[in-house]
């Protein structure tokens, strides 16, 4: 079975369908809500990357689970069955939540047709903890405010709020809380899944555990994410935001590695989050990514940059409570101490906790008035071994990036505690106790990015020929071949459960693991 294309007029969906396999006529609702609409084509044939397009054959605003379920059973029912790709925010930049003549699920669709309230909710008591059952389709940023409410929130988070819940969990969900609380991956006790083969099933580390880690980090190759348990924590009002700058990186590693080192949820003195950057070129200090140094200090900074080239800039976070300023400012000076950042180079807020989470969001904001916010987006992002991080500061930000500046956006270099990772998941990192996170976060214009993405390219061969054995986040792989050596130890497992929850291949080709 191939669907036409939506130049030829296809028929009405209920067409194509075989005799009544479903309950309740349900295939009606998903005849109702499948489209063939050229603005909804188009709109599910681009992401955030903005550099490759490929058109589905239609495009499902599902109603409810049941639609999502009833479209992957009706896709089994075919002897040549069509793809299909769970669609949240589309915030990929290598296509990979498309589906080229298959169909592709606007999950957040969800919100049109349900009470919020209906699919973010709150539960539990004292003394077992407390949690809340999420729907796969909502935004972490209603999430946080929703939580909220009763003065809980979550512990681990992206950078970018504006994000599907079902989607950052198909990767893993990392940021500067990840070497503390682990990856929201690691931050899950509950799951609602709708396998390749259509079927509902609940699954935790305690029941169809299989599934439950397979799909988490699993880029979406098991079964599509329709509901999620989060745990929560009590939320604190304030927080006391720190950036430090060194322009020797060998003392900016050590320092951040002694700081992750304090990391136990529960340890008194530990930072909340940690993140580090490269300050380069001749560009303002701050980025669209936040607006943090004070304007008096930019002339001094930029001065600073063009005597070394490169700085690294150390930015950190402490979460706390009124009246106890003093306090975290008490403990700051006491985790300072010792670190060897460039003296009269430290640089304080005080901020709201919601200003913190959400501090992306005003850069986004200015520049889609700018319009530079649906532009190509060559994105690299890297885990790195701690024994690979000093040749690829030699290797890659001195002698490719800093020669060719051709960058346009931040660069974040930060470490991770593999102790905070479950090895059970699908998600794949470096196999050493401590890794950093190297993101390459670019725009372009919209004809030029092709030399950033050439870069990219020439980051990836650098690191090959001195078998740095870095991953990839966010992976992106044309072969097979390279899938396997990326899922490395895990690749059998891989191919196992994906044909026990989808054996004819028919979720997620956008990744290009079994659809190359």
């Not at 930072?271 to 001094?300: A, I």
């Not at 790195?384 to 690829?392: N, Q, R, Y």
């Not at 990036?401 to 991770?416: A, E, N, R, S």
């Not at 996170?437 to 001195?466: A, H, P, T």
Request: charge should be negative.
């Amino acid at each position: 079975m191939r669907f036409k294309s939506s130049i030829d007029k296809p028929q009405p969906w209920i067409n194509f369908l075989p005799a009544s396999p479903f309950p309740d006529h349900q295939e009606l609702t998903v005849a109702t809500n499948l489209s063939y609409d050229p603005a909804a084509l188009t709109s599910a044939a681009t992401d955030f990357g903005h550099m490759l397009s490929n058109p589905p054959a239609a495009v499902l605003f599902p109603s409810s689970i049941n639609d999502i379920a009833c479209l992957i059973k009706l896709a089994n029912s075919f002897p040549a069955p069509f793809s299909i790709a769970a669609k949240g925010c589309g915030h990929s930049v290598r296509g990979q939540a498309m589906a080229g003549n298959g169909v592709v699920v606007e999950m957040t669709s969800m919100n049109n047709n349900n009470n919020n309230n209906t699919r973010i909710a709150i539960s539990g008591n004292p003394s077992t903890g407390y949690f809340a059952n999420v729907g796969g389709e909502q935004l972490w940023i209603d999430v946080l405010n929703a939580t909220l409410e009763h003065g809980l929130a979550p512990v681990s988070w992206t950078d970018y709020l504006y994000l599907t819940v079902g989607g950052t969990l198909s990767n893993a969900g990392i940021s500067g809380q990840t070497f503390r609380y682990g990856p929201q991956i690691s931050n899950v006790i509950e799951l609602d899944i709708i396998t390749g083969k259509g079927d509902f099933v609940n699954c935790s580390p305690q029941k169809n555990c299989e599934l439950f880690h397979s799909v988490l980090g699993g880029l979406g190759q098991f079964g599509i994410i329709v509901r999620a348990w989060i745990p929560l924590f009590p939320a604190r009002k304030r927080v006391k935001w720190v950036r430090i700058l060194y322009s020797n990186f060998s003392e900016f590693t050590k320092d951040q590695e002694r700081l992750i080192s304090i990391n136990g949820r529960e340890q008194k003195g530990a930072l909340d989050y940690l993140e580090g950057m490269l300050l380069m070129h001749d560009g303002p200090p701050n980025s669209w990514r936040s607006s943090f140094f004070p304007s008096s200090h930019h002339s001094k900074i930029v001065s600073l940059i063009n005597q070394h080239s490169i700085i690294y800039c150390l930015e950190v976070a402490k979460y706390y409570d009124h009246p106890s300023p003093n306090t975290i400012d008490k403990e700051l000076d006491d985790l300072f101490d010792g670190l060897n950042f460039l003296p009269g180079y430290k640089f304080e807020k005080d901020v709201s906790y919601v200003d913190f989470l959400n501090r992306v969001r005003n850069g986004e904001l200015s520049l889609r008035s700018q319009g530079l916010w649906d532009v190509p987006h060559p994105w690299l992002n890297l885990f790195v071994p701690k024994s690979g991080i000093a040749e690829f500061n030699s290797g890659v930000f001195k002698d490719i990036i800093l020669k060719q500046k051709v960058t346009t956006g931040p660069i974040l270099v930060y470490p991770m505690n593999r102790s905070k990772w479950d090895d059970k998941m699908s998600a794949v990192i470096p196999d050493e106790d401590v890794f950093y996170v190297v993101s390459f976060l670019y725009s372009s214009g919209l004809d030029d990015w092709e030399s950033m993405d050439e870069q990219n390219k020439e980051i990836l061969r650098f690191c090959n020929s001195v078998d740095m054995k870095i991953k990839q986040y966010l992976p992106h792989y044309k072969t097979q071949e390279d899938w396997a050596n990326h899922y490395g130890s895990k690749w059998k497992r891989i191919q196992e459960k994906k044909n026990e929850f989808d054996p004819k291949m028919i979720l997620s080709p956008g990744q290009n693991i079994f659809n190359p």
